[in-house]
C-alpha cells in the first residue's frame, strides 16, 4: 500500500500536465474498488435483517435446513400468525406495550430537557454553574450503580409491575438538559427580550419562541430518546414480571418455542421490534447521524 | 451564558410595560418552578440512591428483608468480592470483552471511515447503511445472531465455514470462543457510530493540510501518518474511552445470546462470558443480595471514575495541535 501510494505522487507531481486522462482513469478504478469492498461490508451489515426477514416466511423445517435456503421455498405465514399466542404472551401486547412507554418517555424527556435548557441557556441564577455542573456530572454516574437502589425504592413504593417504574425514574436526563441548553443558546435573546416587553409570559415564551426555535434539536433528541428507550431492556427485566406487562425487549427475551428457540417465529417477532425504528430510519436517517454528531453520545 | 440584559428590563419599565419587579418576580417564579423540581429529581433519583447503594454495600443488605436484620458489617462485602472466584472472573471478562472489543472495532472503524470518505458519491449511502444496526433493537439482533448464524449446526456461519473449508466452530456454545463471538457481533452492530464520529472528525481536519502536503507531493501513507492521525487524535480517544465506559457496562448482548445459545444461564457456558453486569444482575435479583451486589456497582463506579478522570486531564494535554 506505501509503495503504490508513494509511486502515484512521485507521477503526481512530475507528470501532472501531460497525462490527465490517465490519472482520471486511474482514479475512477479506485473508486470502483472501494465501492465493491464498501458494497460487500454493507451486505454484512444488512445481512441480518436480510435473514430475520426471510426466516420469518420459512416453515419449521426450512429454518433449520441444511444448506441453508436464500429465499423461502415453502412461503408460509404461520410464524406471523403465531405471533400473538406464544409461549411467553402476545407480541402484538408488548408492541402496544412498548408504544406506549416509550412515547411517554420521550414527550416528557423532551418537555423537561427543553425547559431545563432554556432555563440554564437563557437566565442568569444563583449557583447556575454549579447546579449545571452537576446535572451534567449525573452522566458519569453507571446504572450499576442506582440499579439495585431504585429496585428497592420501587419496590418499596409498590411501583413493581406499574409503568410508573419506567418513567419516573427518567422524568429528567441530563443528557437531554445538556443538548438542549447548547442548541437553545444559540437563539437570539432579543427575540425573548421583545417578546417580554410585549408583555408574554415566561412559558409563553417558551412555547411560542424557544419551542419552535429548536426543532432541529428536539427532533434528534427525540429520536434518540425513542430509539434508546425502545431497547431498554435491563431495568424492564428487573421492575416487570408480568407477561401481560412486558415490553418487547423483555417479551423477546424470554422467547422459547416448545423446543428451544425456533428460528421462524422468532425471525417474526424480531423483525417486529425492528420494524418501526427501521422505517423511521429509512425516511429520517439524517437526523439519526446528526443526533450522533451533534452529541457525540451513546 | 447571556444575561437577562438590564437595559431591556429598563426600558420596560421606562414604556409603563410590565413593571420592572413583576418582571424581575415572574422569571425568578419560572426559574424556581423548573429548577426546583429538577434537582429534587436528581437528589431523588440520582444522588440518593448513590448514598444508599453505598451504605448497602456496607450491611447484609438482602430484598424484602426485615429491616431488624439488617447489620452493618464494614468492608466485608469488599472483601468478600476480591475472594469470589465468580466475581473475579466477571472482572477478567469485562476487561476482556473491552480489550478485544476496542482495538478492532478502532481499526475497523477507521478503515471504514477513511474508506467511506473516499467513495465519493455513494458515501452518503454507505454512511446510511454502516450505521443502520447502531439505531435497531440489540435484543432482536443479538437473538438473530445467536439463533440463526452462530447456533453450531444449521447456524449461517458454520454453513459457510462448511462451504469455504473452514473448521466447524462452536461459538457460544464454548467456554473458548463465546466471549470473542459476543465481541464480534457487539462490533457488527456498534462499528456505524464510531464510523460516524470518525467521519465528522475528519472533516473536520482543515483541506489546507492536505493541499499543503500534496503541494509538497508527500506519499498518501505520509499523509495519513503525519496529518489524518495527529488532527484526528482527540477524536480516536474520545471513541476508545466511551467505548471502554460502554464495554464496562455491557449486560444485553451477553444475557440474550448466552440464553438464546442453551447456556446454562446468563453468562455461560461455565461463566466464560460472565461480566460484572451479568454476575450482578444474577446476584441482586436471582440471590436478592443487594448489599453485595451494591458492591459491585461501587467497583463498576470506581474503576469508570477512575477512566473518566484520565480522559479528562490526557484530553487537555494533548487538546493543542
Avoid: C
Avoid at chain 2, 98 to 110: E, F, T
Avoid at chain 2, 269 to 288: D, H, K, M, R
Avoid at chain 2, 291 to 314: D, E, H, K, N
Amino acid at each position: 500500500m506505501e509503495a503504490t501510494g508513494e509511486s502515484s505522487t512521485v507521477r503526481l507531481s512530475t507528470t501532472a500536465v501531460n497525462s490527465d486522462g490517465w490519472r482520471w482513469k486511474r482514479l475512477n478504478l479506485e473508486k470502483w474498488v472501494l465501492w465493491i469492498v464498501l458494497g460487500i461490508g454493507s451486505i454484512a451489515m444488512i445481512g441480518p435483517f436480510y435473514w430475520m426477514f426471510i426466516s420469518s416466511f420459512k416453515n419449521k423445517r426450512e429454518g433449520v435446513a441444511i444448506p441453508p435456503t436464500w429465499w423461502p421455498q415453502t412461503f408460509t405465514l404461520e410464524n406471523w400468525e403465531g405471533l400473538t399466542d406464544l409461549a411467553v404472551g402476545s407480541m402484538p401486547i408488548f408492541f402496544r406495550n412498548s408504544l406506549f412507554v416509550v412515547v411517554v418517555v420521550t414527550i416528557v424527556t423532551l418537555f423537561t430537557s427543553s425547559l431545563a435548557g432554556y432555563v440554564f441557556a437563557k437566565f442568569e441564577f444563583r449557583f447556575k454553574n454549579i447546579i449545571f455542573g452537576f446535572v451534567i456530572s449525573m452522566l458519569v454516574v453507571p446504572f450499576s450503580v442506582t440499579l439495585i437502589p431504585l429496585f428497592s425504592m420501587v419496590a418499596d413504593w409498590g411501583w413493581r409491575n406499574n409503568y410508573a417504574a419506567l418513567i419516573v425514574p427518567i422524568l429528567f436526563s441530563p443528557f437531554g438538559i445538556f443538548l438542549m441548553r447548547q442548541q437553545i443558546a444559540n437563539i437570539p435573546t432579543e427575540l425573548i427580550d421583545a417578546a417580554r416587553i410585549d408583555g408574554a409570559s415566561e412559558f409563553g415564551i417558551y412555547l411560542r419562541i424557544i419551542l419552535p426555535l429548536s426543532t432541529a434539536a428536539m427532533a434528534a433528541l427525540a429520536i434518540f430518546t425513542f430509539t434508546y428507550q425502545w431497547d431498554n431492556f435491563l431495568w424492564p427485566l428487573v421492575v416487570l414480571d408480568r407477561p401481560d406487562l412486558y415490553t418487547l425487549p423483555l417479551g423477546l427475551s424470554q422467547f422459547r418455542g416448545r423446543s428451544g428457540v425456533d428460528i421462524g417465529p422468532l425471525s417474526a417477532a424480531s423483525f417486529v421490534a425492528v420494524l418501526p425504528i427501521l422505517v423511521v430510519y429509512v425516511f429520517a436517517q439524517r437526523r439519526f447521524i446528526e443526533g450522533i454528531t451533534l452529541t457525540g453520545m451513546k | 451564558m447571556t444575561t437577562i440584559p438590564n437595559t431591556s428590563l429598563k426600558q420596560a419599565a421606562a414604556t409603563k410595560q410590565p413593571s420592572e419587579g413583576s418582571l424581575r418576580r415572574n422569571q425568578r417564579i419560572f426559574i424556581y418552578s423548573v429548577i426546583v423540581p429538577m434537582l429534587a429529581f436528581f437528589f431523588l433519583f440520582y444522588i440518593y440512591p448513590i448514598v444508599v447503594g453505598f451504605i448497602g454495600s456496607l450491611t447484609n443488605w438482602r430484598a424484602f428483608q426485615d429491616p431488624a436484620e439488617r447489620v452493618f458489617t464494614g468492608l466485608e462485602n469488599y472483601t468478600k468480592l476480591f475472594a469470589d472466584p465468580v466475581f473475579v472472573a466477571s472482572l477478567i471478562n469485562t476487561f476482556k470483552y473491552a480489550l478485544m472489543y476496542m482495538p478492532i472495532s478502532i481499526i475497523i472503524a477507521l478503515t471504514l471511515a477513511l474508506a467511506i470518505n473516499a467513495s465519493g458519491a455513494l458515501a452518503g449511502f454507505f454512511r446510511t447503511v454502516y450505521f443502520l444496526p447502531v439505531v435497531t433493537s440489540v435484543i432482536a439482533t443479538a437473538l438473530i445472531w445467536s439463533v440463526g448464524f452462530y447456533q453450531p449446526r444449521y447456524g449461517l456461519f458454520n454453513q459457510v465455514f462448511a462451504l469455504v473449508g473452514l473448521p466447524q466452530q462452536a461459538f457460544l456454545r464454548s467456554p473458548d470462543s463465546a466471549l470473542f463471538s459476543v465481541v464480534i457481533y457487539s462490533i457488527w452492530k456498534n462499528v456505524g457510530y464510531d464510523i460516524v464520529i470518525f467521519m465528522a472528525g475528519l472533516t473536520a481536519i482543515p483541506p489546507t493540510f492536505y493541499e499543503a502536503a500534496k503541494v509538497d507531493g508527500a506519499s498518501r501513507w505520509r499523509v495519513f501518518r503525519h496529518i489524518t492521525l495527529p488532527l484526528l487524535q482527540p477524536t480516536i480517544v474520545f471513541v476508545i474511552i466511551t467505548g471502554i465506559i460502554s464495554s464496562l457496562q455491557v449486560f444485553g448482548p451477553i444475557y440474550i445470546m448466552t440464553v438464546a445459545s442453551g447456556a446454562d444461564k446468563p453468562g455461560g457456558p461455565l461463566n466464560s462470558t460472565i461480566v460484572v453486569g451479568v454476575y450482578q444482575w444474577q446476584v441482586a435479583f436471582n440471590e436478592l443480595r443487594l448489599g453485595y451486589g451494591s458492591a459491585m456497582g461501587m467497583v463498576l463506579f470506581f474503576i469508570i471514575l477512575v477512566i473518566t478522570l484520565l480522559q479528562s486531564r490526557f484530553l487537555r494535554r494533548r487538546w493543542e495541535y
